[in-house]
């Protein structure tokens, strides 16, 4: 079992790339009800992953102090349940 909880990310502006501080996290395209399937995405050993349904660009920056950049691209999975 994990002892930490995957990041999850929401592009309700429609940015064509958010800076993120995790390699590994879901994609959840906009805020529901108009998100996609929420999927998994490993960067691996790159710093770039494009989200293969809303094609936003996710770029690691391992200097981030935030989740991500800009910051209300974080999607809450508490608030949404």
Known sequence: MS???VPHFKNDKGLPSITVSAKEFMCVGASPPFDHPHIFIDMGGDNEALCPYCSTLFRYDASLHEAC?????IFDTAQAA
């Open 3 to 5: 002892d930490h909880a």
């Open 69 to 73: 950049e800009p910051a209300d691209c």
